[in-house]
């Protein structure tokens, strides 16, 4: 019987490792590896952020920042050239992720709804290149190239069959390709010093909530995640067991989570010297954020002090992107950016207010502009 259970635990191992949910970290190792500039300027980086947020107390945005993006669609195989519909619903994911206007903040637990952020930050498809020339904000390339590895970001080079970035003080790329080695994605953290890889890669069965994309890791939360990164964002368990990520409203916690544990996921930090127990109980890992390792429908906020993280960010390593725009009357893209507002409340058809994890049932969204949507989170 033990050995029976050793062999499912073994194997079930194996099941989550199977694919590889964040390239970040090693990229970053890399980075600072091969290039000494980059680890220089990235050692500065939680201290200028740091600064930066004192300097900036109240952190008060006066407007939305809306990020202009080229999606670089690098396709061997035809399905690998995913639609443009499921370009637009990884756009619509990321808007109402970091807006927190997605169908399923009411998963959030309780205990931390109110530190749960509406961050601020939008996200479109460029409506001009960077010569000034209309476009779609979507690159397709085709290659010879049956997968890309993570190793010296061959996917963002024409050289080695890639697409080269659009100028990257100005624009987000996003590349999406066959990664293979089951990686779902990748991200370079900003610093002070000009990165030539700069960006966020997703591979192509992880990019938005339609056509190609793939149970569990089909509801856009990769680049959800990845952006984070590329906003400065660490994972909650920071590097290593028991880190730092730099935000306090986080829960210190041991690792990561996968798949969705049920609330609260205790975990324990435990320094042996010291009584009591040191674990995170009551409320436990925080694996509904973003920055976790969890199915995408376990997902479902950024905190406070990670919006705060990632503003800082654009304000100091990406600042020219506060001035970019997608707004151009001469194209004819279809609008998919979501408007300044704010949720009120839930509730259901009968008018109850619903604040407790809800599936497969009818909910209305009441925002403070005055518009109401009915929604359902399907799981
Ligand atoms: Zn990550």
């Known amino acids: ?126 409506q001009t290149d960077q010569n000034g020339i209309a476009t779609t904000g979507i690159d397709r390339v085709q290659t010879t190239q049956t997968s890309f590895g993570m190793s010296g970001d061959p996917v963002m080079s024409v050289a080695s069959e890639g697409a080269d970035p659009w100028d990257q003080d100005y624009y987000l790329n996003i590349w999406v390709c066959d990664l293979g080695s089951g990686l779902l994605g990748y991200a370079s953290q900003p610093s002070s010093w000009p990165n030539p890889s700069d960006g966020v890669v997703i591979g192509y069965k992880y990019f938005g909530n339609t056509g190609t994309a793939q149970s569990p890791y089909h509801k856009g939360r990769t680049a959800t995640h990845e952006i984070g990164h590329w906003l400065n964002l660490e994972h909650l368990w920071g590097w290593g067991s028991c880190g730092n990520d730099q935000v306090s409203d986080t829960p210190k916690q041991e690792t990561e989570n996968y798949s969705c544990p049920g609330f609260p996921a205790i975990s324990s930090c435990d320094d042996p010297l010291t009584t009591p127990i040191e674990d995170n109980a009551p409320n436990g890992d925080m694996f509904m954020n973003y920055m976790d390792y969890t199915n995408d429908a376990c997902m479902n906020l950024f905190t406070a002090g990670q919006k705060t993280r990632m503003i800082s960010a654009i304000n100091q390593y990406r600042s020219n992107l506060i001035y970019n725009t997608c707004s151009n009357p001469t194209t004819n893209i279809i609008d998919i950016s979501i408007t300044n507002k704010k949720l009120v409340k839930i509730v259901d058809v009968l008018g109850r207010t619903i604040s407790d994890k809800t599936t497969n049932t009818p909910l209305f969204y009441i925002y403070n502009n005055g518009t109401v949507e009915k929604k359902i989170i399907i799981e």
């Open 1 to 126: 019987m033990k050995n029976l259970f050793i062999l499912l635990l073994a194997s079930l191992t194996l099941l989550s490792n199977a694919q590889n949910r964040c390239g970040t970290e090693a990229h970053t190792l890399e980075l600072i590896e091969k290039y000494p500039e980059y680890a220089i300027a990235k050692a500065k980086v939680n201290y200028q952020t740091e600064k930066w947020i004192q300097n900036h107390p109240t952190n008060s945005q006066k407007t939305i920042i809306t990020i202009p993006v080229v999606v670089h669609v690098v396709w061997n195989t035809n399905s690998e050239n995913i639609s443009d519909a499921q370009i637009f619903s990884q756009i619509e994911v990321l808007n109402n992720d970091f807006r927190r206007t997605n169908v399923d903040v009411i998963n959030t637990p309780s205990v931390w709804q109110g530190i749960a952020a509406d961050s601020e930050i939008e996200f479109c498809l460029a």
